[in-house]
Every structure is written in C-alpha cells, then in structure tokens.
C-alpha cells in the first residue's frame, strides 16, 4: 500500500528513536495495544515478572477520523496495582506532557525506579469514536542514548530513518523508500489480507482497504431484484431468483417484474408501474401519468373498440361491428324550431323541440343523456334580419361557450353554418344555445340543427392492466451496469418466447407466435394493444386490426358513431338449455336461474338499452306475463300503461297504481299450441342518466290464446322512478315458472 511521507512529527520521531535497534540492545519484553471507545482505564500492565523488568515506555495513541472531537489520556505507574502515580517530572517525562490532550501523539517517559505495574487511563473524551494506543517499554535504557544501556546520545540515524535524533525524517517503510507526499490528507489508509493485480478495492467493516475479488465493474453474483424506471437509466433491476445476468449485461432472466404500488402512478418517461388498487399498468406520457390499454378478448378485424370500466379496472373490448355501423340508435340529429321569435339582446333555446327564446339561460338547459360529440351547426331564420342587424348562435356547454358557432346578418342571409368545429358533452352537462342580437330585426321563425353523437374524438391516454412475463433482459452493446444496480442503459429488451403469456401482475413478454405483447391483468393474461406508426387523425374512432393472430388499434377514419344510423353493441345474451341453466355470451355478466336471468355489470357508456327476447315459460296456463326490474329494485317503484289488440278485442292495460315491477308483455306457455313463442323487444334511453326517472317502452308480438293463427300485438310505456343509473337488468315470469329450452334473450347498448 504506497503511503508516503515527508519530515515525521516529533513524535514520531521519538518513537522510532526509542526502538531503533541501535539504541535497544535488548529484546523489548514489556507491549501493550488496545483502544478506548470511552474514558475509562485500560487493563494494567504487569512489570514485576519480567526479565528484565522495564523502566522506560513510549505510549503512542491516534484517535479514528471523524472521530471524538477533544480527549485527555495519561501513563501511570503503580506498585501495588491499586494506588496510581501519573508520571511527571523534569527527568522522568523525556517527550511530550502526562496527561496529553491531543488527538494523536506520544509520551516517553524514563522512571527513576521501576513500577510493578503500568496503565494507560483515558481520563476524558468528548464525542464518540475510538482511541488505539501502544504502549512499548524496556530495561535499562535512556530514551536520550544514542546507543543501548544508557549511551551519551545519538548523532545518526540509519534504516528507514534519517538525520540525527533531534532531526529525524522517515526515507522509508520496511526499506520501500519514500520519494514524496502524494495529497493533503492527514490520515493513513491501512490494508489487510492479500491482493491480485487488477482487482478493485473496497473497504472492509473496520475501515481497512481489501481486495474486491474481482475488477471494478464486474458482477460476482446474481442480481435478484428490479426496482424503479425501466427507462433510460436504470437505478435497479429485479431479476427473479435463479436468474442471472453477466458481467456483459447479457444473462437469462425469465420475467421482469414492473414495480407494484397501490393506486401507482408512472410521471417519469420510461417509467411502468402496476396499480394494485385498479389493477391498471401505468406507463408516463410526455412526463404524465397514462394507463396502457389491454385486452381480453380476441377481437374480430375492422371491428370498433370500446371501452370497459370494471370498479375502476380498464379494458378494451370488441364492439361486435365496424365503428359507425349498426341498424339502430348512436349518433343522431338535433332539432330546434320556433315560430314569431323577436330577436333581442342576448336570449337561449333550449337543444331541441320548440320552446321560445328566453333570457335566463337556466330555464331552457337540459341535461344531455350520453357523453357525445356535437358538431355540424346548421342554422335558418324566415326572413333576412336587415342592414345592420346579425344574430351570432353559440352552441353553450355548462353555461360556458363552445367553438360551435355561425352568424346571419345583413339584408339577405338568412342561414349560416359551422361544420368545422365540434365539441364533446359529457353525460349530464347541461346544454342550450345562446342567441347574441345586434340592431332590431323583425319577428322570425328560427330553425337549427346539430348532429348529435358518440364522443372519442381521439385517446388522450392509454387504458389497460399490467405487464406479462419477460423471458430474457438485454442490455445494449456499449452500455453499462455495476454491482450496484446502476449504470447507464439505453434501452431495454421486453423477454420474447413462443406462445407466451403473462399472469403475474408487473410482467410483460412478447409473443413470438402472434406478434403481440402480452401483459397480466388481475393475474390474469392480456394484450396490450398497439397503434400503428402513421399518425393517426385526431377524433378518429379506434377499430380492431387482425391480421394472422396478431392484434393492432387502428384507425376507423373517422368519428365514432359517425355512421349513417349509429352502432349496436351486444353486451349480453342467454339460451336457456334447462329450466335454470343457459350458455352465455358478451362482456357483461349473465346470470341465469329459476323462473328467469339478470344481466349486470352494465356500463353506463351508451346512449340507450335494449333487451330482445323470444321465449315460452313453462306455466301449466296457455300464456305467462314476463316483468322487469332495475338494479334489484323490489320496491313499488314501477308504473305501466299499454295498448293492445287481439282478434277478441283491443284497449288499454294498467295505468293507476305503482308495482314492485314493471310488466313489459307475455309469452306463450305450455298449454299453448307447441312451437309457438312470443317476441318482445324493449328500449330505454337515457338508462345512465342520473337526474331524471326511466322511461321504457316495450313491443310484443305473439301468441293469443290457445288457438293457432291467432295473434296479438301490445305496446306498453313502463316507468320506473328512479334517478340511478341502471347496471343490471332481472327479467322473469310473473308465474315463476322457468323459461324452456330455446328462449333467447339479448341486451345491447345504443351508441
């Protein structure tokens, strides 16, 4: 270990002096080393069972850095090991002063007689750290002799000493000459045990400089966690016990586990985490947090996705159709007209029918039924308005104006339109138009309309669960990681392997088979989905892309629901195949038992419901009455009116009084002529909408009476009072018998 060293203290030059061999003839036969860690004093030397026994000592003491901040220590001497002398004196204290009050130094004392006993006594110490002493002594000698037994002094000195004994200087260590002083340091580093050439050195528990074992850089054991960003730099790895990962940065891992967290969030680019609460994989976006969207199911190409939200757990789903298709519900038209309308100053309309202008805007905002996108303004008044005088129409979203907005002025105008701009309304804002008049226009009738539809005017984050199994993790060529975990990585391979799956919550792993990347959703294996590289246009709808196993999100060139009629989505279905059991479909949860099913679990994400059955019951009469209920609702919350025609008669049906169902038409039953079932087909709009009570309307078609050929038609309004949102749908037998084998049962939502 080179230290080096210029001109030694005083002390130390005593001490070298004091055991030069040439001034101790004979052999040292009285030592002691310890250390202090607080003031006490240290186990007695004996001196009285030597040969000889020693009447001179040099006690040496250095204190650990950092260390105590002030100490005092003493040499005492004794002849019974029980009453203490400090030695002192002109005569006896050769070098330095007892007790000394420096951090390090040396005391060198010659007795006038010999003590049968000596100690080193820490009388004080301010602070904590450690204080190591050695305490040397011999007989027969003066400290000042230049030559053993007691010399006139010494002139030179010879060995790793030079100079004289007043001016002594340290050329050397065990006959390694010392050239020069390399740093300003005021410690010297010790080492322990044996070194190889090349290795790296690290420091041992006591602070002592050992070999490493190996060059610096190397990785001399497995690496057994991954903690932090998966991004540029690296600040820990988890690699699963087993695992390993060279010196190289290239080893066999098997997975990467994403860090877990409850309600996780990712801010930093290159970051994932996994939201144990949602069970969602979070990655950052632009230094944001964002979700990374999966899927479970396989998805049909070209289809439209959608979103599913399960207490807070996000999915991508399969629409069942291309966006924009379908025959029924979705985007569609708003309309607005009114008749001898005086234009003045600031006035509202409210989105639809034909309420006339009003001042105060509260009066004519409604609620809007679904999240959509309104754009498409279109707007006509009767006559010309005049010279001078404009009408500005603006489209108003919570009382704060929209970008929507068209001006007719001037003598001849008398439209205008802005099919640029749009805006997106979120279930329950409250909507109207705002009229601004300038001048005083005659009476006019004014006529507008917008279109009305599904909102996803493009996907400001990503929705999805976590990561899958990782096989493999590969750190580029050129790129580091030390034994700490950190280093410099630019980037990181996600494990491929065949068919692969992911069902631990964090991983992620790519699939060779189908090109897809895999992530655990709930334990559960997912995809992630993919967009493609182009760009896409903002506010395009998203729609499935397979292409041989491999799944995609493309574009669907244009809005969702953007289609001439809207879209239909199937959410459940039921064939019964018992009295009690069925098979089931969709993404939403089937629940099939005696006398009826419940579909639940139902998102609030659409603009409309629609239950479709074809069913017979098994009740001993020729018919049965089929009801519904709402979110399990029992109370007399339920009122119905209907109209129906047979060949015997035709009129109305309930009307008064409130039910703990609704009634909604029947079926044939068993009595019936075999074969015959009966159709009923049931719409609710507005289903999520929380401030108004439901409103369903309900059409069957079917069997009257026993007779076959005879028929009969119904058309029943139910009410249901109640501003809940509906998630779950029970329809059953008012007889409680069971539905037979072959009823068919449907709920779709209406984008």
């Not at 009050?101 to 040396?106: A, D, E, H």
């Not at 038209?333 to 029918?353: K, M």
């Not at 009969?712 to 309004?717: A, L, N, P, R, V």
């Amino acid at each position: 270990m080179p230290l080096r060293y210029g001109r030694a203290p005083a002390w130390a030059a005593a001490l070298f002096v004091l055991l030069s061999p040439a001034l101790w003839a004979q052999t040292q036969s009285c030592s002691q080393r310890g250390s202090f860690t607080l003031a006490t004093t240290y186990a007695s030397l004996a001196n009285n069972t030597g040969n000889p026994i020693c009447n001179a000592w040099v006690l040496a003491w250095w204190t650990s850095s950092p260390g105590f901040s002030a100490i005092s220590i003493e040499l005492q001497g004794s002849d019974n090991n029980s009453t203490w002398t400090t030695f002192s004196g002109t005569g006896t204290l050769v070098v330095g002063s007892n007790p000394a009050s420096t951090l390090s130094g040396v005391i060198v004392v010659q007795a006038s007689a010999t003590n049968a006993y000596v100690r080193v006594n820490l009388v004080s110490a301010t602070g904590s750290g450690t204080v190591s002493f050695q305490l040397t002594g011999n007989a027969g000698v003066n400290p000042t002799a230049s030559s053993g037994g007691g010399g006139s002094g010494c002139s030179s000195l010879g060995g790793d000493l030079s100079g004289t004994c007043a001016s002594a200087e340290v050329v050397g260590i065990h006959s390694h000459a010392i050239t020069g002083v390399q740093g300003n340091g005021a410690l010297a580093q010790l080492s322990t045990g044996s070194t190889t050439s090349g290795d790296c050195v690290e420091y041992d528990a006591n602070g002592n400089t050992t070999d490493a074992g190996a060059p610096c850089g190397t990785l001399t054991t497995a690496i057994t966690s991954l903690f932090g960003n998966m991004g540029p730099i690296i600040t820990a790895l988890l690699v699963p016990s087993g695992d390993s990962l060279g010196p190289s940065g290239t080893g066999t891992i098997t997975a990467t586990q994403v860090p877990t967290a409850a309600s996780a969030t990712a801010t930093t680019n290159g970051q994932l985490k996994y939201d144990t609460t949602a069970n969602n994989l979070h990655a950052a976006n632009n230094g944001a947090d964002a979700i990374l969207p999966v899927t479970t199911v396989t998805p049909g190409n070209g289809n439209c996705v959608e979103w599913v939200n399960s207490s807070g757990l996000l999915k991508l789903a399969d629409a069942g159709a291309a966006c924009g298709s379908g025959g029924s519900g979705g985007g569609g038209v708003i309309t607005y007209s009114s008749s001898a309308d005086t234009l003045t100053g600031t006035q509202f309309l409210p989105p639809g029918g034909g309420a006339p202008l009003n001042s105060t805007e509260s009066d004519v905002q409604v609620a809007s039924p679904a999240a959509a996108t309104v754009s498409n303004l279109h707007v006509q008044v009767s006559a010309a308005l005049g010279t001078g005088n404009s009408a500005v129409f603006t489209w108003r979203d919570g009382g704060s104006s929209q970008t929507l907005t068209c001006t007719i002025s001037g003598a001849s105008a008398t439209s205008c339109s802005d099919t640029t701009h749009s805006f997106n309304a979120a279930a329950g804002d409250l909507l109207d138009m705002q009229v601004v008049t300038t001048g005083v226009p005659g009476v006019v009738n004014v006529l507008f309309t917008s279109a009305f539809g599904t909102s996803n005017v493009g996907i400001t984050s990503l929705f999805g669960n976590t990561g899958p199994s990782i096989t493999s993790l590969n750190v580029p060529t050129g790129d580091s990681l030390n034994p700490t975990g950190t280093g410099t990585v630019t980037a990181t391979q996600v494990p491929t392997a065949s068919s692969a799956t992911a069902t631990t919550n964090g991983q992620i792993i790519y699939d060779t088979s189908n090109n897809n990347l895999h992530a655990s959703q709930g334990s559960a294996d997912a995809i992630v989905v993919t967009t493609p590289t182009a760009t896409p246009t903002n506010g395009d709808c998203m729609q499935w892309v397979v292409s041989s196993g491999k799944v995609t999100a493309g574009t669907a060139s244009g809005a969702c629901g953007s289609g001439s009629s809207g879209a239909v989505t199937l959410l459940g279905s039921a064939v019964f195949t018992s009295g009690t059991t069925c098979t089931t479909g969709g993404t939403i949860t089937v629940t099939c038992g005696s006398g009826g099913l419940t579909f639940s679990v139902i998102p609030g994400t659409y603009s409309g419901l629609v239950i479709r059955l074809l069913a017979r019951s098994s009740n001993a009469s020729d018919s049965d009455d089929i009801e519904i209920r709402f979110n399990g609702d029992t109370s007399t919350d339920y009122n119905n009116i209907g109209w129906f025609v047979n060949p015997a008669s035709s009129g109305t049906t309930g009307g008064s009084g409130a039910n703990a169902q609704g009634y909604i038409g029947t079926v044939a039953a068993a009595s019936n002529t075999s074969g015959r079932a009966n159709t009923l087909y049931v719409e609710c709009y507005g289903y999520a909408n929380t401030s108004f009570f439901k409103t369903l309307f309900s059409l069957m078609a079917g069997a009257y009476g026993a007779t076959t050929g005879q028929l009969q038609s119904d058309t029943i309004t139910v009410g249901w009072n109640s501003t809940s949102a509906i998630t779950s749908v029970t329809v059953f037998t008012n007889s409680t018998s069971n539905f037979v084998t072959g009823s068919t049962f449907g709920v779709y939502g209406l984008q």
